[in-house]
């Protein structure tokens, strides 16, 4: 059975630094096929794709926030780290982590956390 | 990038209608195309990938077609807990993921 679940700050201020984990349990991002992603949602709109990295560190990154965001992946720990720098209050939104397998052929989420809403202001 | 538009954007239904909601990208994506479910207050359920492949657990009403440009999601019989919002996601050109805008799918 997968399960996710993200922590981390419910209120950032603008220009900081915003720092999310995902810890996960019924697979190891170790074994081959296996990847964690993080998707976001402000309130009211559609979902949006950030970063996944998958079991041999492949890492994957929105290209319009590319450059604000960093993902790493803890394997003795079962986590994977989302760090998005330089927070605007159009940041707010709830950030989900993601279970993204790889079957050879397509990827795609199949397990989901069950989010957490981040506010930013000051 | 590839964009993704769903239609339509919204739709009333009533429980037991066949409902069809389509995808469609701006360049080929093959069969890289995958559909989610979402209610409010919850995180999006997988429903189909790679176009037609039904995700363990969900009910066989669902069913997904199409590869190239154009892509359907089909409610065969629509159950009250089918009233939601519905997105697809393609997993084929950069960036690796993006979704579409969604269709909301509501009580007619």
């Known amino acids: 059975q997968i399960t996710l679940k993200e922590s981390g700050p419910t209120l950032v201020k603008p220009t900081q630094s915003l720092t999310l984990t995902c810890s996960f349990s019924g697979f190891s991002i170790s074994n081959s096929g296996e990847g964690v992603g993080w998707i976001r949602q402000p309130p009211g709109k559609a979902l949006e794709w950030l970063a996944v990295?998958?079991?041999?560190?492949?890492?994957r990154y929105s290209p319009s926030l590319g450059t604000r965001l960093a993902i790493t992946k803890d394997t003795s720990k079962n986590q994977v780290v989302l760090t998005m720098t330089n927070m605007h209050p159009v940041d707010t939104a709830t950030y989900y982590c993601?279970?993204?397998?790889?079957?050879?052929?397509?990827?795609?989420?199949?397990?989901w956390g069950q989010g957490t809403l981040v506010a930013v202001s000051s | 990038d590839i964009q993704l538009t769903q239609s339509p954007s919204s739709l009333s239904a009533s429980v037991g209608d066949r409902v069809t909601i389509t995808c469609r990208a701006s360049e080929t994506i093959y069969t890289y195309l995958n559909w989610y479910q979402q209610k409010p207050g919850e995180a999006p359920k997988l429903l189909i990938y790679?176009?037609?492949s039904l995700h363990s657990g969900v009910p066989s009403r669902f069913s997904g077609s199409g590869s190239g440009t154009d892509f359907t999601l089909t409610i065969s019989s629509l159950q009250p807990e089918d009233f939601a919002t519905y997105y697809c996601?393609?997993?084929?050109?950069?960036?690796?993921?993006?979704f579409g805008p969604g269709t909301s799918v509501d009580v007619k």
């Open positions: 993601a279970h993204s397998p790889y079957d050879g052929y397509t990827k795609y989420f199949d397990y």
């Open positions: 790679a176009a037609s």
């Open positions: 990295v998958y079991w041999d560190n492949d890492k």
């Open positions: 996601q393609q997993s084929y050109y950069t960036p690796l993921f993006s």
